[in-house]
Protein backbone atom coordinates (compact mmCIF):
# COMPACT_ATOMS: atom_id res chain seq x y z
CA UNK A 1 0.00 0.00 0.00
CA UNK A 2 2.84 2.21 -0.49
CA UNK A 3 1.66 6.02 -2.00
CA UNK A 4 2.29 7.22 -5.15
CA UNK A 5 2.57 10.48 -4.75
CA UNK A 6 5.42 12.59 -3.43
CA UNK A 7 4.71 13.67 0.18
CA UNK A 8 4.16 17.28 0.91
CA UNK A 9 6.75 17.97 3.19
CA UNK A 10 9.54 15.52 1.10
CA UNK A 11 8.67 18.33 -1.27
CA UNK A 12 9.90 20.98 0.84
CA UNK A 13 13.00 19.54 2.57
CA UNK A 14 13.89 18.34 -0.94
CA UNK A 15 13.87 21.99 -2.19
CA UNK A 16 15.10 23.73 0.80
CA UNK A 17 18.42 21.40 -0.22
CA UNK A 18 18.62 21.71 -3.94
CA UNK A 19 18.26 25.60 -2.84
CA UNK A 20 20.82 25.45 -0.48
CA UNK A 21 23.35 23.11 -3.00
CA UNK A 22 22.79 24.83 -5.88
CA UNK A 23 22.72 28.96 -4.74
CA UNK A 24 26.31 29.09 -3.82
CA UNK A 25 26.86 27.17 -7.45
CA UNK A 26 24.86 29.42 -9.16
CA UNK A 27 26.57 32.24 -7.49
CA UNK A 28 30.19 31.84 -8.25
CA UNK A 29 29.52 30.75 -11.98
CA UNK A 30 27.96 34.25 -12.34
CA UNK A 31 30.65 35.84 -10.03
CA UNK A 32 32.78 34.12 -12.93
CA UNK A 33 31.40 35.50 -15.87
CA UNK A 34 31.54 39.01 -14.67
CA UNK A 35 33.93 41.74 -16.58
CA UNK A 36 36.80 42.50 -14.26
CA UNK A 37 37.08 45.86 -15.09
CA UNK A 38 33.32 46.96 -14.69
CA UNK A 39 31.86 44.27 -12.51
CA UNK A 40 29.18 43.56 -15.27
CA UNK A 41 27.56 40.62 -17.10
CA UNK A 42 28.97 38.87 -19.68
CA UNK A 43 32.91 38.43 -19.87
CA UNK A 44 34.77 34.88 -20.27
CA UNK A 45 38.22 36.98 -19.09
CA UNK A 46 38.24 35.76 -15.79
CA UNK A 47 38.77 31.85 -17.31
CA UNK A 48 40.99 33.72 -20.01
CA UNK A 49 43.63 34.81 -17.43
CA UNK A 50 43.50 32.06 -15.44
CA UNK A 51 44.20 29.30 -18.49
CA UNK A 52 46.71 32.05 -19.28
CA UNK A 53 48.19 32.00 -16.13
CA UNK A 54 51.30 29.82 -16.07
CA UNK A 55 51.28 29.34 -12.13
CA UNK A 56 47.85 27.55 -12.82
CA UNK A 57 48.92 25.10 -15.06
CA UNK A 58 52.03 24.41 -12.85
CA UNK A 59 50.63 23.92 -9.59
CA UNK A 60 47.57 21.77 -11.11
CA UNK A 61 50.12 19.49 -12.71
CA UNK A 62 51.63 19.14 -9.35
CA UNK A 63 48.82 18.32 -7.62
CA UNK A 64 47.81 15.62 -10.22
CA UNK A 65 50.81 14.49 -10.19
CA UNK A 66 50.83 13.97 -6.02
CA UNK A 67 47.63 12.32 -6.64
CA UNK A 68 48.95 9.76 -9.11
CA UNK A 69 51.88 9.29 -7.01
CA UNK A 70 49.71 9.05 -3.78
CA UNK A 71 47.57 6.37 -5.74
CA UNK A 72 50.00 4.44 -6.84
CA UNK A 73 52.06 4.23 -2.90
CA UNK A 74 48.55 3.77 -1.67
CA UNK A 75 47.56 1.06 -3.27
CA UNK A 76 51.39 -0.88 -3.46
CA UNK A 77 51.25 -0.39 0.58
CA UNK A 78 47.11 -1.99 0.72
CA UNK A 79 46.80 -4.66 -2.17
CA UNK A 80 49.65 -7.03 -0.96
CA UNK A 81 49.07 -6.49 2.37
CA UNK A 82 45.53 -6.77 2.60
CA UNK A 83 45.39 -10.18 0.52
CA UNK A 84 48.03 -11.70 2.67
CA UNK A 85 45.86 -10.66 5.46
CA UNK A 86 42.53 -12.37 3.91
CA UNK A 87 44.53 -15.21 2.83
CA UNK A 88 46.71 -16.18 5.73
CA UNK A 89 46.27 -13.50 8.83
CA UNK A 90 42.46 -12.81 9.19
CA UNK A 91 43.48 -11.87 12.89
CA UNK A 92 44.96 -9.07 11.80
CA UNK A 93 42.46 -7.29 9.89
CA UNK A 94 40.67 -5.66 12.94
CA UNK A 95 44.18 -4.39 13.63
CA UNK A 96 44.73 -2.79 9.66
CA UNK A 97 40.98 -1.46 10.22
CA UNK A 98 41.81 0.14 13.47
CA UNK A 99 44.97 1.91 11.73
CA UNK A 100 43.04 3.19 8.60
CA UNK A 101 40.74 4.81 11.02
CA UNK A 102 43.11 6.89 12.91
CA UNK A 103 43.77 9.41 9.96
CA UNK A 104 40.16 10.68 11.80
CA UNK A 105 41.66 11.10 15.23
CA UNK A 106 44.62 12.63 13.47
CA UNK A 107 43.48 14.86 11.16
CA UNK A 108 45.56 16.82 9.17
CA UNK A 109 46.24 19.87 11.17
CA UNK A 110 47.63 17.70 13.58
CA UNK A 111 49.46 15.55 11.19
CA UNK A 112 50.97 18.25 9.69
CA UNK A 113 51.99 19.57 13.27
CA UNK A 114 53.81 16.04 14.05
CA UNK A 115 55.11 15.53 10.39
CA UNK A 116 57.06 19.00 10.11
CA UNK A 117 58.47 18.15 13.88
CA UNK A 118 59.21 14.62 13.06
CA UNK A 119 61.29 15.28 9.54
CA UNK A 120 62.66 18.61 10.60
CA UNK A 121 63.64 18.61 14.13
CA UNK A 122 63.97 15.15 15.10
CA UNK A 123 65.58 12.74 12.49
CA UNK A 124 66.99 15.93 11.14
CA UNK A 125 65.81 14.95 7.58
CA UNK A 126 67.63 16.21 4.42
CA UNK A 127 66.40 18.62 2.24
CA UNK A 128 66.34 16.78 -0.49
CA UNK A 129 63.51 14.90 1.31
CA UNK A 130 61.72 17.93 2.86
CA UNK A 131 62.15 20.27 -0.30
CA UNK A 132 60.48 17.60 -2.46
CA UNK A 133 56.67 17.76 -2.27
CA UNK A 134 56.53 14.25 -3.96
CA UNK A 135 58.58 12.81 -0.95
CA UNK A 136 57.23 14.86 1.77
CA UNK A 137 53.81 15.93 0.78
CA UNK A 138 52.90 11.83 -1.05
CA UNK A 139 53.98 10.80 2.35
CA UNK A 140 51.48 12.43 4.15
CA UNK A 141 48.72 12.18 1.63
CA UNK A 142 48.95 8.27 1.14
CA UNK A 143 48.21 8.67 5.14
CA UNK A 144 45.04 10.75 4.73
CA UNK A 145 43.89 8.51 2.06
CA UNK A 146 44.01 5.43 4.22
CA UNK A 147 40.50 5.29 5.24
CA UNK A 148 39.15 5.47 1.77
CA UNK A 149 41.52 2.83 0.05
CA UNK A 150 41.22 0.83 2.98
CA UNK A 151 37.63 0.65 2.82
CA UNK A 152 37.23 0.12 -0.78
CA UNK A 153 39.70 -2.47 -0.88
CA UNK A 154 38.65 -4.18 1.97
CA UNK A 155 34.67 -4.71 0.29
CA UNK A 156 36.77 -5.67 -2.67
CA UNK A 157 38.57 -8.43 -1.11
CA UNK A 158 35.44 -9.37 0.89
CA UNK A 159 33.18 -10.10 -2.23
CA UNK A 160 35.93 -12.84 -3.95
CA UNK A 161 37.09 -15.65 -2.63
CA UNK A 162 40.98 -15.15 -1.81
CA UNK A 163 41.69 -18.68 -0.82
CA UNK A 164 39.85 -20.91 -3.53
CA UNK A 165 41.03 -18.16 -6.48
CA UNK A 166 44.82 -18.67 -4.95
CA UNK A 167 44.89 -22.05 -4.60
CA UNK A 168 43.33 -22.88 -8.49
CA UNK A 169 45.97 -20.23 -9.11
CA UNK A 170 48.45 -22.13 -7.86
CA UNK A 171 47.55 -25.71 -8.37
CA UNK A 172 47.49 -24.53 -12.31
CA UNK A 173 51.15 -23.99 -11.31
CA UNK A 174 51.51 -19.80 -10.84
CA UNK A 175 53.89 -18.58 -8.26
CA UNK A 176 53.18 -15.89 -6.01
CA UNK A 177 53.74 -12.54 -8.52
CA UNK A 178 51.48 -14.08 -11.07
CA UNK A 179 48.74 -15.27 -8.58
CA UNK A 180 48.35 -11.90 -6.97
CA UNK A 181 49.34 -9.96 -10.69
CA UNK A 182 46.97 -12.10 -13.17
CA UNK A 183 44.32 -13.47 -10.91
CA UNK A 184 43.96 -11.51 -7.80
CA UNK A 185 44.01 -7.40 -8.91
CA UNK A 186 42.01 -8.11 -11.78
CA UNK A 187 39.44 -9.47 -9.34
CA UNK A 188 39.85 -6.23 -7.29
CA UNK A 189 40.17 -3.62 -10.01
CA UNK A 190 36.95 -1.66 -9.42
CA UNK A 191 37.47 -1.29 -5.73
CA UNK A 192 41.21 -0.33 -6.45
CA UNK A 193 39.87 2.30 -8.64
CA UNK A 194 37.16 3.38 -6.67
CA UNK A 195 40.02 3.80 -3.44
CA UNK A 196 41.90 5.85 -6.63
CA UNK A 197 39.16 8.15 -7.52
CA UNK A 198 38.14 9.17 -3.73
CA UNK A 199 42.51 9.34 -3.16
CA UNK A 200 42.38 12.12 -6.25
CA UNK A 201 39.17 14.37 -5.50
CA UNK A 202 41.48 14.27 -1.97
CA UNK A 203 44.63 14.78 -3.22
CA UNK A 204 43.47 17.66 -5.58
CA UNK A 205 41.89 19.75 -2.80
CA UNK A 206 44.37 19.53 0.31
CA UNK A 207 45.09 22.53 1.63
CA UNK A 208 46.32 22.24 5.01
CA UNK A 209 49.63 20.34 4.94
CA UNK A 210 50.58 21.93 1.46
CA UNK A 211 50.37 24.87 2.92
CA UNK A 212 51.65 25.10 6.38
CA UNK A 213 54.66 23.21 5.15
CA UNK A 214 55.39 26.12 2.52
CA UNK A 215 54.44 23.88 -0.97
CA UNK A 216 52.70 25.54 -4.12
CA UNK A 217 49.92 22.89 -4.80
CA UNK A 218 46.86 23.53 -6.77
CA UNK A 219 44.86 24.68 -3.35
CA UNK A 220 47.51 26.87 -2.15
CA UNK A 221 47.19 28.50 -5.92
CA UNK A 222 43.03 28.87 -5.61
CA UNK A 223 44.17 30.51 -2.10
CA UNK A 224 46.51 32.78 -3.54
CA UNK A 225 44.26 33.53 -6.62
CA UNK A 226 41.25 34.33 -3.85
CA UNK A 227 43.29 37.10 -2.16
CA UNK A 228 44.38 38.70 -4.98
CA UNK A 229 41.49 38.68 -7.95
CA UNK A 230 38.01 38.30 -6.98
CA UNK A 231 36.52 37.29 -10.19
CA UNK A 232 39.34 34.89 -12.00
CA UNK A 233 38.81 33.68 -8.08
CA UNK A 234 35.48 32.26 -8.89
CA UNK A 235 36.54 30.68 -12.16
CA UNK A 236 39.24 28.64 -10.47
CA UNK A 237 36.54 27.76 -8.04
CA UNK A 238 34.34 26.34 -10.65
CA UNK A 239 37.34 24.46 -12.30
CA UNK A 240 37.90 22.59 -8.86
CA UNK A 241 34.71 21.62 -8.30
CA UNK A 242 34.55 20.41 -11.84
CA UNK A 243 37.17 18.00 -10.83
CA UNK A 244 35.59 16.74 -7.54
CA UNK A 245 32.71 16.21 -10.00
CA UNK A 246 34.36 14.09 -12.49
CA UNK A 247 36.78 12.04 -10.06
CA UNK A 248 33.44 11.26 -8.11
CA UNK A 249 31.16 10.79 -11.08
CA UNK A 250 34.20 8.43 -12.89
CA UNK A 251 33.70 6.29 -9.08
CA UNK A 252 30.02 6.07 -9.83
CA UNK A 253 30.32 4.74 -13.33
CA UNK A 254 32.84 2.34 -12.62
CA UNK A 255 31.01 1.33 -9.52
CA UNK A 256 27.68 0.49 -11.70
CA UNK A 257 30.09 -1.38 -14.43
CA UNK A 258 30.81 -3.41 -11.91
CA UNK A 259 27.52 -4.41 -10.65
CA UNK A 260 27.96 -3.98 -7.39
CA UNK A 261 27.92 -0.46 -4.78
CA UNK A 262 31.72 0.29 -3.65
CA UNK A 263 30.86 3.69 -3.39
CA UNK A 264 31.74 4.75 0.25
CA UNK A 265 32.21 7.96 1.10
CA UNK A 266 33.79 9.73 4.43
CA UNK A 267 34.45 12.90 6.32
CA UNK A 268 37.18 14.51 3.79
CA UNK A 269 39.48 17.40 4.84
CA UNK B 1 55.69 -5.70 6.37
CA UNK B 2 55.97 -2.60 4.69
CA UNK B 3 52.44 -1.65 5.46
CA UNK B 4 53.58 -1.21 9.67
CA UNK B 5 56.89 0.29 8.50
CA UNK B 6 55.14 2.87 6.39
CA UNK B 7 52.62 3.81 9.19
CA UNK B 8 55.04 3.95 11.96
CA UNK B 9 57.04 6.50 9.88
CA UNK B 10 54.49 8.81 8.45
CA UNK B 11 51.57 8.49 11.20
CA UNK B 12 52.47 7.08 14.44
CA UNK B 13 56.15 8.78 15.24
CA UNK B 14 55.11 11.86 14.04
CA UNK B 15 51.99 11.52 15.74
CA UNK B 16 53.97 10.51 19.21
CA UNK B 17 56.17 13.51 18.58
CA UNK B 18 52.74 15.68 19.15
CA UNK B 19 51.82 13.71 22.20
CA UNK B 20 55.20 13.76 23.63
CA UNK B 21 56.18 17.73 22.51
CA UNK B 22 52.98 18.87 24.20
CA UNK B 23 54.43 17.26 27.74
CA UNK B 24 57.99 19.06 27.21
CA UNK B 25 59.16 22.36 28.41
CA UNK B 26 61.28 25.02 26.57
CA UNK B 27 64.40 23.51 27.71
CA UNK B 28 63.48 19.70 27.33
CA UNK B 29 62.39 18.59 30.31
CA UNK B 30 58.98 17.23 30.95
CA UNK B 31 56.43 19.21 32.24
CA UNK B 32 52.63 20.01 32.07
CA UNK B 33 52.76 23.76 31.53
CA UNK B 34 51.84 23.74 28.14
CA UNK B 35 48.80 22.39 29.11
CA UNK B 36 47.78 23.86 32.32
CA UNK B 37 48.46 27.20 29.96
CA UNK B 38 45.85 26.16 27.74
CA UNK B 39 43.65 25.92 30.24
CA UNK B 40 44.63 29.75 32.26
CA UNK B 41 44.67 31.23 29.08
CA UNK B 42 41.54 33.19 27.82
CA UNK B 43 42.31 33.36 24.42
CA UNK B 44 43.21 29.49 24.07
CA UNK B 45 39.90 28.43 26.44
CA UNK B 46 38.10 30.98 24.13
CA UNK B 47 39.76 29.33 20.82
CA UNK B 48 38.32 25.54 22.17
CA UNK B 49 34.74 27.26 23.00
CA UNK B 50 34.68 28.56 19.54
CA UNK B 51 35.95 25.65 17.78
CA UNK B 52 33.68 22.98 20.00
CA UNK B 53 30.76 25.65 19.16
CA UNK B 54 30.91 25.87 15.85
CA UNK B 55 31.32 21.96 15.70
CA UNK B 56 28.20 21.49 17.87
CA UNK B 57 25.98 23.39 15.73
CA UNK B 58 26.98 22.94 12.60
CA UNK B 59 26.31 18.91 13.80
CA UNK B 60 23.31 19.02 15.02
CA UNK B 61 22.21 21.74 12.22
CA UNK B 62 23.59 19.57 9.64
CA UNK B 63 22.41 16.16 10.84
CA UNK B 64 18.75 17.48 11.10
CA UNK B 65 18.37 18.81 7.60
CA UNK B 66 20.88 16.05 6.23
CA UNK B 67 17.94 13.79 8.05
CA UNK B 68 15.04 15.48 6.76
CA UNK B 69 16.27 15.52 3.70
CA UNK B 70 17.09 11.93 2.88
CA UNK B 71 14.58 11.04 4.68
CA UNK B 72 12.41 12.86 2.08
CA UNK B 73 14.35 11.50 -0.62
CA UNK B 74 14.28 7.94 0.38
CA UNK B 75 10.33 7.82 1.95
CA UNK B 76 8.21 5.89 -0.81
CA UNK B 77 6.45 8.23 -3.13
CA UNK B 78 9.70 10.85 -4.33
CA UNK B 79 10.61 9.60 -7.75
CA UNK B 80 13.85 7.42 -8.04
CA UNK B 81 15.81 9.96 -9.79
CA UNK B 82 15.44 12.14 -7.20
CA UNK B 83 16.67 9.80 -4.48
CA UNK B 84 20.00 9.12 -6.78
CA UNK B 85 20.35 13.17 -7.90
CA UNK B 86 20.60 13.69 -4.29
CA UNK B 87 22.93 10.71 -3.23
CA UNK B 88 25.56 11.58 -6.38
CA UNK B 89 25.45 14.90 -5.48
CA UNK B 90 26.09 14.57 -1.44
CA UNK B 91 29.21 11.86 -2.74
CA UNK B 92 30.44 15.34 -4.86
CA UNK B 93 29.29 17.68 -1.92
CA UNK B 94 30.66 15.90 0.77
CA UNK B 95 34.24 15.66 -0.95
CA UNK B 96 34.02 19.57 -1.43
CA UNK B 97 35.57 21.21 1.27
CA UNK B 98 38.50 23.71 1.46
CA UNK B 99 39.66 26.44 -0.22
CA UNK B 100 37.10 26.59 -2.98
CA UNK B 101 33.98 26.74 -0.87
CA UNK B 102 35.30 29.46 1.19
CA UNK B 103 35.23 31.26 -2.18
CA UNK B 104 31.39 30.10 -3.10
CA UNK B 105 30.50 31.79 -0.17
CA UNK B 106 32.32 34.92 -0.59
CA UNK B 107 30.46 34.84 -3.95
CA UNK B 108 27.02 33.94 -2.27
CA UNK B 109 27.28 36.09 0.79
CA UNK B 110 30.41 38.12 0.92
CA UNK B 111 30.17 41.83 0.73
CA UNK B 112 28.87 41.71 -3.15
CA UNK B 113 28.01 38.42 -3.45
CA UNK B 114 24.98 37.84 -5.69
CA UNK B 115 22.28 36.91 -2.83
CA UNK B 116 23.87 39.59 -0.62
CA UNK B 117 23.27 42.75 -4.00
CA UNK B 118 19.45 40.96 -4.42
CA UNK B 119 18.76 41.53 -0.70
CA UNK B 120 20.18 44.85 -0.62
CA UNK B 121 19.34 45.97 -4.34
CA UNK B 122 16.07 44.33 -4.64
CA UNK B 123 14.69 43.96 -1.55
CA UNK B 124 16.59 46.88 0.29
CA UNK B 125 17.75 44.89 2.71
CA UNK B 126 21.58 44.70 3.14
CA UNK B 127 22.55 41.43 5.86
CA UNK B 128 25.82 43.30 5.98
CA UNK B 129 23.81 46.79 7.79
CA UNK B 130 22.42 44.16 10.56
CA UNK B 131 25.66 42.53 11.75
CA UNK B 132 25.97 39.50 9.47
CA UNK B 133 28.84 38.88 7.92
CA UNK B 134 30.12 35.91 5.97
CA UNK B 135 34.01 36.41 7.13
CA UNK B 136 32.88 35.42 10.79
CA UNK B 137 31.16 32.61 13.06
CA UNK B 138 28.10 32.81 11.45
CA UNK B 139 29.92 32.31 7.75
CA UNK B 140 31.94 29.77 8.77
CA UNK B 141 29.05 27.40 10.22
CA UNK B 142 26.66 28.51 7.36
CA UNK B 143 29.53 26.97 4.92
CA UNK B 144 30.51 24.68 6.97
CA UNK B 145 26.85 22.71 6.45
CA UNK B 146 27.43 22.91 3.07
CA UNK B 147 29.58 19.89 3.51
CA UNK B 148 27.99 18.55 6.82
CA UNK B 149 24.58 18.34 5.26
CA UNK B 150 25.69 15.46 2.46
CA UNK B 151 28.11 13.53 4.74
CA UNK B 152 25.09 12.91 6.90
CA UNK B 153 22.03 12.05 4.21
CA UNK B 154 25.31 9.78 2.81
CA UNK B 155 26.13 8.27 6.64
CA UNK B 156 22.36 8.24 7.53
CA UNK B 157 20.69 6.77 4.54
CA UNK B 158 21.44 3.14 4.96
CA UNK B 159 19.88 3.43 8.50
CA UNK B 160 16.76 4.67 7.18
CA UNK B 161 16.99 2.24 4.43
CA UNK B 162 17.12 -0.46 7.19
CA UNK B 163 13.65 1.02 8.65
CA UNK B 164 11.67 -2.11 7.39
CA UNK B 165 8.35 -1.55 5.43
CA UNK B 166 6.58 -4.48 7.86
CA UNK B 167 7.16 -2.25 10.57
CA UNK B 168 5.35 0.53 9.70
CA UNK B 169 2.40 -1.61 8.25
CA UNK B 170 2.53 -3.51 11.47
CA UNK B 171 2.16 -0.50 13.45
CA UNK B 172 -0.65 1.19 11.21
CA UNK B 173 -2.23 -2.02 11.43
CA UNK B 174 -2.28 -1.55 15.16
CA UNK B 175 -4.32 1.78 14.43
CA UNK B 176 -0.77 3.80 14.99
CA UNK B 177 -0.47 6.82 13.24
CA UNK B 178 2.54 8.45 11.69
CA UNK B 179 3.65 10.73 15.17
CA UNK B 180 3.19 7.33 17.29
CA UNK B 181 5.58 5.50 14.58
CA UNK B 182 7.73 7.53 14.49
CA UNK B 183 7.70 7.95 18.74
CA UNK B 184 7.64 4.79 19.43
CA UNK B 185 9.12 2.46 16.48
CA UNK B 186 11.53 4.78 14.32
CA UNK B 187 13.34 6.99 16.45
CA UNK B 188 14.50 4.59 18.36
CA UNK B 189 15.38 2.35 16.29
CA UNK B 190 17.14 4.87 14.28
CA UNK B 191 18.50 6.77 17.60
CA UNK B 192 21.94 4.91 17.55
CA UNK B 193 22.43 5.88 13.76
CA UNK B 194 21.66 9.25 13.98
CA UNK B 195 23.90 10.30 16.92
CA UNK B 196 26.75 8.30 15.56
CA UNK B 197 26.04 10.19 12.52
CA UNK B 198 26.12 13.65 14.16
CA UNK B 199 29.28 12.89 16.38
CA UNK B 200 30.58 12.32 13.09
CA UNK B 201 29.66 15.26 11.86
CA UNK B 202 31.01 16.88 15.25
CA UNK B 203 34.73 15.37 14.55
CA UNK B 204 35.09 16.76 10.57
CA UNK B 205 33.87 19.95 11.60
CA UNK B 206 36.33 20.76 14.39
CA UNK B 207 38.68 18.95 12.44
CA UNK B 208 38.49 21.40 9.41
CA UNK B 209 40.85 23.46 8.58
CA UNK B 210 40.96 25.21 4.86
CA UNK B 211 37.64 26.57 5.06
CA UNK B 212 37.37 28.50 8.13
CA UNK B 213 41.17 29.90 7.23
CA UNK B 214 40.27 30.87 3.96
CA UNK B 215 37.03 32.82 5.30
CA UNK B 216 38.48 34.22 8.13
CA UNK B 217 42.06 35.53 7.19
CA UNK B 218 40.96 38.67 7.38
CA UNK B 219 38.88 38.94 10.78
CA UNK B 220 40.92 36.55 12.48
CA UNK B 221 38.18 34.38 14.14
CA UNK B 222 40.47 32.13 17.06
CA UNK B 223 39.51 28.57 15.90
CA UNK B 224 41.82 26.15 17.28
CA UNK B 225 42.71 24.52 13.89
CA UNK B 226 43.69 28.44 12.78
CA UNK B 227 45.97 29.49 16.14
CA UNK B 228 47.94 25.77 15.42
CA UNK B 229 48.07 27.13 11.16
CA UNK B 230 49.34 30.36 12.91
CA UNK B 231 51.85 28.76 15.08
CA UNK B 232 53.53 26.74 12.91
CA UNK B 233 53.81 29.68 10.24
CA UNK B 234 55.84 31.14 13.00
CA UNK B 235 53.91 34.94 13.28
CA UNK B 236 52.41 34.46 16.84
CA UNK B 237 53.88 32.36 19.41
CA UNK B 238 57.35 32.10 20.42
CA UNK B 239 57.18 28.61 22.16
CA UNK B 240 57.26 25.68 19.70
CA UNK B 241 55.49 23.46 22.53
CA UNK B 242 52.00 25.40 22.67
CA UNK B 243 51.59 24.43 18.85
CA UNK B 244 51.88 20.79 20.01
CA UNK B 245 50.15 21.34 22.84
CA UNK B 246 46.80 22.48 20.91
CA UNK B 247 46.97 20.26 18.86
CA UNK B 248 46.90 17.00 21.48
CA UNK B 249 43.89 18.98 22.66
CA UNK B 250 42.91 18.44 19.38
CA UNK B 251 43.28 15.24 19.65
CA UNK B 252 41.75 14.54 23.05
CA UNK B 253 38.56 15.77 22.25
CA UNK B 254 38.37 13.78 18.59
CA UNK B 255 39.34 10.42 20.69
CA UNK B 256 36.61 11.27 22.78
CA UNK B 257 34.93 11.21 20.42
CA UNK B 258 35.92 8.21 18.75
CA UNK B 259 35.37 6.55 22.08
CA UNK B 260 31.26 7.46 21.95
CA UNK B 261 30.64 6.27 18.13
CA UNK B 262 32.65 3.03 18.09
CA UNK B 263 29.90 1.67 20.69
CA UNK B 264 26.53 3.63 18.79
CA UNK B 265 27.89 2.63 15.61
CA UNK B 266 27.82 -1.22 17.18
CA UNK B 267 24.43 -0.71 18.54
CA UNK B 268 22.97 0.77 14.98
CA UNK B 269 23.96 -2.29 13.38
CA UNK B 270 22.08 -4.09 15.97
CA UNK B 271 18.98 -4.16 13.28
CA UNK B 272 20.39 -4.49 10.25
CA UNK B 273 19.07 -7.68 8.47
Known amino acids: ?37 TGKCCSLASYGFILHDPQFWTTLKLSFRL ?31 FIALVPFV ?54 IDVHTLTEASQSLGAGWPTTLGRVIIPNIRVAALAGA ?38 AVTLMSFAITWAAMLSLLLIGRQGGRRTVRVGPGR | MPFFA ?35 TASLRHAYKESIEISLVTALLGGLLGFLIAYAAIRDGTPNWIRSAFATFSGVAANFGGIPLAFAFIATLGTIGIVTQFLANQLHWNPYFHGFTIFGKTGVELAYLYFQIPLMILVIAPAIDGLRQEWSEASSNLGANRLQFWRHI ?28 SLTSG ?40 LFYIPLQRRATRWSR
Do not use: C
Not at chain 1, 4 to 11: F, K, L
Not at chain 2, 198 to 204: A, C, E, K, S
Open chain 1, 1 to 37: MSRRRIAPSAIVWLLVGAVYFLLPLLATFLFSIKDQN
Open chain 1, 67 to 97: ALETIVVGLLLFVPTLYWVHLRLPKLRPVIG
Open chain 1, 106 to 159: IPPIILVVGLLQFFKDDVHAPFWFLGKPDLFLVGAYVILAFPYIYFSLDAGFRS
Open chain 1, 197 to 234: FLTLAIVMGEFTIASLSTFHTFPTYIQFINESQAYPAA
Open chain 2, 6 to 40: YTLVFLFLPAATVMVGAFQGATGGYTFDNVTEIAQ
Open chain 2, 186 to 213: GLPVLFPSLLGAMILLFGNAFAAYATAY
Open chain 2, 219 to 258: TGLPLVPILIGADLSGNVYTNPHEGQALAFGMFVVLAAMM
